[in-house]
């Protein structure tokens, strides 16, 4: 039996108990023990949906050890429990305070390993270039390469949205691999003449390019590439 799913059976046991009893301080003590593993198994019971998540898309989890002591330390509970069902046999001792301390701590562990477990799937099997911030400086700003960065931006920051944050569903986890497999599909054109960038940087700049930029090297690009009518000179006011 899983460890969610005892967590569970004793939450029904507790409920059980807590309406048979007929002393209101009894029922009163069981429904806040009950409260306070309900909390537990909640939270729990989010790992354990982020877990199956995680596999079906392919995420590797890592395996914890520290499950089946905690599943072991809810079973021996739970026996306590069925053979006498009253509080003072959760509370003896240390016995519920040492559960909830271990349920707790499981699913601390739990979901750090989930975390990391998935970071390493995202460094590993997806996307792994560079910020639009640090790709722009490489570039000639051409129109293409300006509007293939454009692109390139939206996408980066959906994708780098979950760079450390697990995604809480599959549809998330898909929108982080389409995100992952339209960014490697953008090219960005590389082999500009250095002319070419010169005059580009020129015009993305406050205050243009001067005509000594307009070589024949780069009439010739925006010729080529049918961009000459796309920039008209005008005379400078000051």
Request: proline share 3%; glycine share 4%; hydrophobic share 40%.
């Amino acid at each position: 039996m899983s460890l969610l799913d005892r967590a569970r059976e004793s939450l029904a046991r507790l409920k059980v108990a807590e309406s048979a009893r007929t002393g209101v301080e009894e029922a009163q003590t069981l429904d806040a023990l009950r409260r306070d593993l309900s909390d537990r198994a909640t939270r729990i019971g989010d790992v354990a949906a982020r877990a199956k998540v995680l596999r079906a898309e392919g995420v590797v989890l890592s395996k914890l050890p520290q499950i089946e002591k905690a599943n072991l330390g809810i079973a021996n509970v739970a026996a306590r429990f069925r053979e006498k069902p009253v509080s003072t046999t959760l509370k003896q001792g240390k016995r519920w305070k040492d559960l909830l301390e271990s349920l707790d701590m499981t699913n601390k562990i739990a979901g750090d390993a989930q975390l990391e477990d998935w970071k390493t799937y995202y460094r590993t099997r997806l996307f792994a270039g560079l910020p639009p911030t640090q790709v722009k400086v490489t570039l000639a700003l051409t129109p293409a390469n300006i509007k293939a960065l454009a692109t390139y931006a939206e996408l980066f920051n959906k994708f780098s949205a979950y760079k450390a944050v697990v995604p809480p569903t599959g549809e998330a986890i898909q929108e982080v691999k389409r995100c992952s497999k339209a960014l490697e599909k953008i090219k960005f054109d590389q082999n500009v003449p250095d002319d070419v960038a010169k005059f580009f940087e020129a015009t993305a700049s406050s205050t243009g390019a001067s005509l000594d930029l307009l070589t024949d090297t780069v009439l010739k690009w925006l010729r080529s590439n049918m961009l000459l009518g796309n920039y008209v000179a005008r005379a400078r006011l000051d």
